[in-house]
């Protein structure tokens, strides 16, 4: 009992330390690294033809919040794919020159590959996350498709690139050599150009932003440090949030069964207090030998617990640090997180085993030591009313009279099965909420086409709008193509000075083609109506119906909110305009990405092949989203987490039951001894115990599904909420779910069989004379 | 082998272990026969009751035999043990052991739904022998509202339930006033006359007195010599009775 109780602890303090070490761990990573490369906190990216370099960094120099300003690094945008050992690598990638500037501003930190202090001609430097998800080694070439054709680059080196290591910024950056750009992209096509600005304090981000909106008509893309911290931190606070909340759980049910153990020992030493109240202990005295005992427990137990949640944070930064291009993150949460879970977890332990010894320290020595034990109550609602009608078997009918004699231990029982199998219930769909992304991309915030193809403008003899859309629309294998169009506008305060850059989509055609979906209201139809992300909508307290200012292609503009939509590619960022607005304020204005459903039961990946075939380099096909994430690692991330939390509280809930079997068994002794006097054989006696665990966890099990199903989503909702998913895409795998059920029962039953043993060899007298 | 219903042949029940070993019950030998009704007595510690629990099976000897009818119980698994016991043993204790949160007539039923299926006939049965032994009006009430006498005739009641062939008690009226010790032997006798095996512990000359054969236990063994035959119809059986069992050191 002892044991089972010290594991609880142990567990508990396992999983609150892990939670607390991910939460603190995973920005201080980030932020280390991004000091140390001197990264920028705000990056511009503009086209020169259209913005004045030297004003903006004139302006930006001046300002009291700036500590450096970079030299402008040209840039060019390769819309992909990638060549790689003949194979095609969808990714969009942003194409860098990097300069001596470098050195002292958005330095990087080479991971793997020769120390230089930039990338040779011919050379290129990825991004460790790139190279790790497509097992591009130093030394390999890749082939990166331009206007001229496929430029052929070595891969010198992998390095840490602060503000794309989440993976989750798109498109991607990739380092060159200075003055490599115009060897394969034509002078004419080199107008972009990156600008970084470093401040003292990160958190003036905005206010400085916006005092620059002011001063300057700007329309070029801004990425500031809080986008960048949060897409890296995004799924890792999502993952760390939930441990935590559930090690909360984990740590009130160990503190349950430290308050049964004592109950126990209360009741096994019942007689032996009397005797020692007898002698002279004092009440304090006898609580004080409870509270002495569990306090030592804690501090055998508690460090076992830490450790073995070392092993996890170990784990789980070290997946942080895959992600971080190998940075170290191995050290970079505090050990003062074991100490604070160390002196937490003890104290709420010691003050429990304080209150659940008052018990014993109201002892009356006189009946304690004539009677030996304390006088049992039990409820008068006792299961079944009438046995000689009740046509369960034997062991049934005394499991019942068993659990209902003792309601409050079976309730308190109960709670724990309920839990356990809610997170089990909870894990299994929230996984396959994951895995499932693709067949449920509309609640996502994404298309439902099976493939994005985006049309290349940059090449030589291309196709127009039309032109594809009549290829495409002579093949027999696809249902729908639904064309739209990135595009991007700056919210404008009352003061009509712009606050907010966003990125968002036009699509040419009804959006519901397209699958899309809205928390409120509708999708845009007309030139001057939008739809507005949830996070924006929030942001700016926009509900349908109100109108909002932009700033888009050029002009000043007036929408009518339509309605509300949660996407969680921008994080919860972001609009959809249908194409008339578009059309309006820009009549030459196409389509240039096209999401394409195919009918029922077609090879996606056969019919990519064939439109590649078909169209050549006049089309290029994005990576869909489900693949992106995979590649991220975020599913099989989310997988292991929500894998562990179910162990662990399957653990806490055998550990429980134990708890309760033992107790049950040094409670009943006697009555096992009795029935075994007149008949009961070992093995029905043995059944009458499992038969109690059994009858309560059937009785909650209907209140753990439900209560699974319904908040399960509702909780997710809350979690992630912040990176733009208000309403989780909840989807009920009910094979898994319902086989989880019978297997939870089987453990349930094993485990309290074999726990029962201890009733079943004991010698008859013996369990009479107890 | 005669009409016995239980034998020992050399029994041994030891305690403790090593140089702490001491044999409770040492090379007992007894034979009681169908119709019997047995007395056990002794003095303290000289091991009635652990006497008692090794001839229901309840306790395993250290060595020596048991047999109950033709069958022997001393190595016995403890399933073949309580198969044993549903069917022809019925036990009861000194301070009745009744289940606290079963009703009474709920602690006969759960003794009789072991042996038959045919839970309305045993419901039947044990309204029966509640009756027979006074306390039907108590069948709904539970251990704690119910005195001792009625308690222990309840006890009495759940060990006949599956009609055994055997009726073992240990010091049935040990806890219970006279009046109420008066009941629970009535129905004692009242039973034996009907012809039950009774084996009884008790340390009460009155309720030895109710027996028709006296086994006195000294020492952990019962010598041959060690046996009194009752004459319930001689007025002076009590006094030669206690003479006797003063002679064998009581």
């Keep these: 009992m002892t044991l089972l109780t010290g594991l609880s602890i142990a567990l508990a303090a396992l999983l609150f330390s892990s939670g607390l070490a991910i939460l603190q761990s995973i920005q201080k990573p980030f932020d280390k690294l991004y000091d140390k490369l001197n990264a920028s906190h705000i990056v511009m990216l503009y086209d020169v033809n259209n913005q004045n370099t030297s004003e903006f960094k004139d302006w930006f120099t001046r300002q009291p919040e700036t500590e450096r300003v970079s030299e402008g690094s040209p840039y060019f945008l390769c819309n992909g794919p990638l060549l790689y050992k003949r194979n095609k690598i969808e990714v969009m990638i942003q194409l860098t020159e990097y300069n001596n500037d470098n050195s002292m501003q958005d330095k990087l930190m080479i991971i793997e590959g020769a120390h230089k202090k930039s990338p040779e001609h011919g050379e290129i430097w990825l991004p460790k996350y790139l190279a790790n998800n497509y097992h591009i080694q130093i030394g390999d070439t890749i082939g990166i498709p331009g206007p001229g054709g496929l430029y052929q680059v070595i891969v010198s080196a992998t390095i840490a690139d602060p503000q794309y290591e989440s993976g989750m910024v798109n498109p991607t950056r990739a380092w060159i050599a200075t003055g490599e750009l115009p060897f394969f992209i034509p002078v004419t096509q080199l107008s972009n150009t990156m600008l970084g600005i470093r401040l003292k304090n990160p958190d003036s981000t905005s206010n400085l932003l916006e005092t620059f909106n002011r001063q300057f008509n700007y329309t070029g893309v801004i990425l500031t440090y809080s986008l960048f911290k949060n897409a890296y931190m995004g799924i890792y606070q999502i993952m760390g949030n939930l441990i935590l909340v559930f090690s909360i759980m984990a740590l009130l049910i160990a503190l349950f069964m430290v308050r049964s153990s004592i109950i126990r020992a209360v009741y096994d030493d019942y007689k032996l207090t009397g005797v020692y109240k007898a002698l002279g202990f004092t009440p304090k005295n006898v609580v004080s030998l409870y509270v002495i005992q569990y306090l030592l427990l804690s501090i055998l137990f508690i460090p076992v617990g830490l450790a073995g949640s070392w092993f996890i944070i170990k784990l789980l930064l070290g997946s942080i640090s895959q992600k971080l291009g190998g940075f170290e993150t191995a050290n970079s949460f505090q050990q003062s997180i074991y100490f604070i879970s160390l002196f937490v977890i003890a104290v709420l332990v010691v003050l429990t085993a304080f209150t659940g010894s008052f018990k014993a320290a109201k002892i009356n020595p006189v009946e304690a030591i004539r009677t030996g034990a304390p006088v049992k109550r039990f409820s008068k609602f006792l299961m079944p009313k009438e046995i000689s009608k009740s046509i369960f078997p034997l062991p049934v009918i005394m499991a019942l009279r068993f659990l209902s004699a003792n309601p409050r231990r079976s309730f308190s029982q109960g709670i724990i099965i309920m839990v356990t199998i809610f997170i089990i219930i909870f894990s299994i769909n929230i996984s396959s909420s994951f895995e499932n992304l693709k067949d449920n991309k509309p609640a996502w915030g994404f298309e439902n086409g099976d493939i994005q193809l985006s049309r290349r403008e940059a090449v030589v003899i291309g196709l127009n709008n039309e032109q594809l859309i009549e290829i495409l629309s002579k093949e027999k294998t696809i249902e729908h193509v639904v064309p739209f169009s990135y595009t991007s506008l700056s919210i404008l305060s009352n003061a009509d000075l712009p606050i907010l850059e966003i990125n968002g989509k036009a699509y040419a055609d009804s959006l519901s083609y397209a699958g899309l979906l809205n928390l409120k209201g509708k999708h845009p139809q007309s030139a001057n109506e939008i739809s507005l992300c949830v996070g924006t909508a929030s942001q700016f307290n926009k509900k349908p119906g109100d109108s909002i200012n932009v700033f888009i292609e050029g002009q000043k503009t007036n929408f009518l909110v339509t309605g509300i939509y949660q996407d969680v590619s921008n994080m919860g960022q972001g609009f959809r305009l249908h194409e008339n607005a578009m059309k309006k304020l820009n009549p030459i204005h196409t389509p240039a990405v096209y999401s394409i459903k195919l009918k029922k039961n077609t090879d996606v990946n056969k019919f990519k092949n064939y439109l590649l075939k078909k169209l050549g380099e006049t089309i290029s096909i994005d990576a869909s989203i489900e693949d992106r994430i995979t590649q991220m690692g975020i599913i099989s991330s989310m997988k292991t987490a929500l894998f562990a939390l179910s162990f662990f509280f399957i653990i806490i809930m055998l550990l429980t039951i134990g708890s309760d079997i033992l107790i049950s068994i040094k409670e009943n002794q006697k009555h096992f001894g009795i029935l075994k006097s007149i008949g009961w054989t070992p093995n029905q006696i043995r059944m009458s115990m499992v038969w109690k665990i059994l009858c309560i966890a059937v009785a909650v099990l209907w209140i753990a599904i439900t209560l699974g199903v319904s908040l399960s989503p509702v909780l997710m909702g809350q979690v992630t909420s912040g990176i733009g998913l208000i309403k989780f895409p909840f989807i009920i795998n009910y094979p898994e779910m319902l086989m989880s059920i019978p297997l939870t029962l089987v453990l349930i039953s094993v485990c309290s069989w074999w726990l029962s043993k201890s009733s079943a060899s004991t010698n008859p007298r013996t369990l009479i004379n107890s | ?250």
């Design chain 2, 1 to 250: 082998m005669t009409n016995f219903c239980i034998k020992t042949e050399r029994l041994v029940k030891n305690y403790g272990s090593g140089t702490f070993e001491n044999a409770i019950i040492n090379n007992v030998n007894i034979s009681i026969t169908s119709g019997e009704f047995s007395i056990i007595m002794g003095n303290s510690g000289s091991g009635k009751s652990t006497l008692l629990y090794l001839l229901s099976g309840l306790d395993s000897p250290s060595s020596g035999k048991i047999w109950i009818k033709n069958i022997p119980i001393h190595n016995r698994s403890q399933k073949d043990l309580a198969m044993l016991r549903r069917k022809m043993i019925g036990f009861v204790f000194q301070d009745n052991n009744l289940i606290p949160n079963l009703t009474i007539q709920e602690n006969i039923l759960v003794a009789g739904f072991l042996v038959s299926g045919n839970r309305k006939l045993v419901n039947q049965h044990a309204e029966n022998l509640m009756e027979e032994l006074g306390i039907l009006s108590l069948a709904k009430r539970y251990p704690s509202q119910v005195s001792g006498g009625e308690l222990q005739r309840a006890a009495i009641a759940r060990a006949l339930i599956n009609n055994p062939m055997i009726l073992l008690a240990d010091e049935p009226t040990g806890n219970l006033n006279s009046e109420a010790s008066e009941k629970v032997l009535e129905c004692f006798s009242e039973l034996n006359r009907k012809g039950q095996t009774i084996v009884m512990v008790t340390h009460d000359l009155k309720s030895a007195c109710r027996g028709s054969r006296v086994l006195f236990l000294k020492d952990g063994t019962i010598p041959d010599n060690h046996s009194y035959y009752v004459d319930k119809n001689h007025p002076g059986t009590e006094d030669e009775l206690f003479t006797w069992l003063k002679n064998m050191g009581w």
